[in-house]
């Protein structure tokens, strides 16, 4: 069964940052593009940043320069480093992958930046 859990997000004024985390199972990590989404009340779920197996990045304009998308293959884990948070970075980020030809979503973590 594959299964990603993540954690680490949270209340935060304007400027200030936040460590997301997201741990996989059931896939073999250090093969998979592992992706950082987010959906906005109202919105659609969009990309914020992804990962490639072999540590290429993709970032939405919204977030270059403030974000940093990484992974440690050992700990099957993918993290999103946020600083400089606005309040339009306000969502629920999801963590991604695909697996055995279909997409797999984390529960989600709620982030809110107060302004």
Do not use: H
Not at 66 to 93: C, G, H, W
């Amino acid at each position: 069964q594959v299964q990603l859990v993540e954690s680490g997000g949270g209340l935060v004024q304007a400027g200030g940052s936040l460590r997301l985390s997201c741990t996989a199972s059931g896939i073999t990590f250090n093969r998979n593009v592992m992706g950082w989404y987010r959906q906005a009340p109202g919105n659609q779920r969009e990309l914020v940043a992804e990962i490639t197996r072999g540590g290429s990045t993709n970032y939405a304009d919204s977030v270059k320069g403030r974000f940093t998308i990484s992974r440690d293959n050992a700990k099957n884990t993918v993290y999103l480093q946020m600083n400089n948070l606005k309040p339009e970075d306000t969502a629920v980020y999801y963590c991604n992958t695909n697996a055995f030809g279909k997409p797999v979503w984390g529960q989600g973590t709620q982030v809110t930046v107060s302004s």
